[in-house]
């Protein structure tokens, strides 16, 4: 079965600096690589995906990712953040031809002013 | 731009009552998921629907939860009788026939007391 790890709780960043939020995975067979935000009461936004082809994703928000296979790695970047980016990051995982999704615990960012 | 529907928003019950929680997907999808969010993790998915038949279900504690999707569009979630390690937010997600990406409603947070 597939399943997702995102190493931190919580990543702190100053406003303008790069930010990068961390996810590994792990499946059998090609991955479908997802990030979503949420934000306080509110339900998952879908920022980004790789299914296949060029291994940076670019998504909503100036926020990017890099699918690297041989890292098992998805990380999210963006290279300015901004104090409104503060909110919960999901990493999730499926394969192909199995509806079967598994998020990630979350990290929580925070960029300060 | 559509969105998936959840009603209520906000539910507060006590143990041993019974509570309903009700989606509505983005029109034309026919992947309706429903997954159970506890504070400081990720989704868990409970059901997934394809129209109106029951595609997985092996999370869903049958016992105490049951799902319904009569017509192929809107679902309902029910919980009878609640349990105080029920509280937690419950989301509804859903994809076309051929898409990968799950699009979440702003979910429902229940608490039992």
């Known amino acids: 079965a597939q399943s997702v790890a995102q190493p931190e709780d919580q990543v702190n960043v100053a406003e303008g600096n790069p930010l990068t939020v961390k996810c590994t995975y792990s499946v059998s067979g090609n991955p479908y690589l997802f990030w979503y935000v949420q934000y306080p009461n509110r339900g998952l936004q879908f920022l980004l995906k790789?299914?296949?082809?060029?291994?940076l994703v670019k998504g909503s928000y100036g926020f990017e990712a890099e699918f690297n296979k041989s890292q098992t790695s998805f990380h999210l970047k963006k290279p300015s953040a901004l104090v409104s980016d503060s909110a919960l990051y999901f990493c999730a995982v499926r394969v192909h031809n199995n509806n079967d999704m598994r998020f990630g615990a979350g990290t929580r960012l925070t960029v300060k002013p | 731009e559509a969105e998936v529907a959840q009603s209520p928003r906000y539910k507060i019950t006590e143990k041993s009552q019974a509570v309903a929680f009700w989606c509505d997907p983005i029109?034309?999808?026919?992947?309706l998921y429903w997954y159970r969010q506890i504070l400081g993790q990720g989704p868990e998915l409970l059901v997934q629907?394809?129209?109106?038949?029951?595609?997985?279900d092996s999370q869903l504690p049958k016992d105490r939860f049951s799902a319904e999707r009569l017509k192929g569009v809107d679902s309902t979630l029910k919980i009878q009788p609640a349990e105080l390690g029920d509280s937690a937010m419950y989301l509804c997600a859903s994809t076309p026939g051929d898409e990968e990406t799950q699009y979440f409603g702003p979910g429902t947070r229940l608490l039992v007391l």
């Open positions: 790789y299914i296949t082809g060029d291994n």
């Open positions: 029109s034309g999808h026919a992947t």
């Open positions: 629907f394809q129209d109106e038949s029951v595609v997985d």
